[in-house]
């Protein structure tokens, strides 16, 4: 079948484990590839070809963004297929799940270089863990230090005194304030999802309004 000559060609690309419609994905996309940069070496000729019509190109250019947006669709597609597969394995195959997951947890780099005090690159390690040093011990002071000296810089000028009228708002500034709580925001301490406030963003209006008010 055609499974398992690409299974057998192409080694290093897809395990035995892979389901047919995995197998049935990747092949779609090698050929697709295969067949846009047959395309692409045809558009470099025409388009160095004065004799090549405009028509020729404006088609082939067409012709290589249609594939370009079907691979990857096909790349979407099974992914949110792989993800489905994995989420709906939580349960009865755990091991599978978080497996999956560990494919798209973020890898650690290292610090390849940094520029010391006088604008000099440095790759060497022991140099970058001495800048990295002097850096986080110049920033950081002890929380239970009880001789801790102000802090050096001017505080900013007031140009205007602050006056209860600042505090001012109207019924219609609560709602609009509802309506900027995204629909999937966590709940507060009172356990009332997002999308209740919002649905019920004009009862709610005056009474927290009022609330509002006389707390001042």
């Known amino acids: 079948s055609p499974y398992k000559y690409y299974l057998?060609?192409?080694?290093?690309?897809?395990?035995?484990?892979t389901t047919a419609k995995s197998v049935r994905v990747h092949l779609r996309c090698e050929l697709s590839l295969a067949k846009k940069r047959k395309l692409q070496d045809r558009l470099e000729k025409a388009t160095a070809d004065p004799l090549s019509s405009q028509e020729l190109i404006r088609h082939l250019e067409e012709s290589i963004a249609l594939l370009h947006f079907d691979i990857r669709d096909t790349i979407v597609r099974e992914k949110h297929y792989r993800e489905e597969l994995a989420v709906g394995k939580v349960k009865s195959n755990p091991k599978y799940f978080y497996s999956y997951a560990k494919k798209f947890s973020r890898q650690k780099q290292s610090i390849s270089m940094l520029f010391d005090n006088n604008d000099n690159i440095c790759t060497d390690p022991q140099q970058i863990a001495n800048i990295l040093q002097n850096q986080f011990t110049s920033v950081f002071s002890n929380p239970e230090d009880t001789d801790l000296s102000a802090a050096d810089f001017a505080p900013p000028p007031i140009h205007s005194r602050f006056?209860?009228?600042?505090?001012?708002?109207?019924?219609?500034?609560?709602?609009?304030?509802?309506?900027?709580?995204?629909?999937?925001?966590?709940?507060?301490p009172d356990g009332i999802p997002a999308v209740l406030l919002k649905s019920c963003k004009l009862a709610l209006a005056r009474p927290v309004h009022l609330l509002w008010s006389l707390s001042f």
């Open 8 to 17: 057998k060609h192409l080694p290093g690309t897809l395990s035995t484990k």
């Open 163 to 188: 006056e209860d009228i600042h505090l001012s708002f109207t019924e219609e500034d609560v709602a609009s304030a509802i309506d900027d709580i995204k629909q999937d925001a966590a709940s507060g």
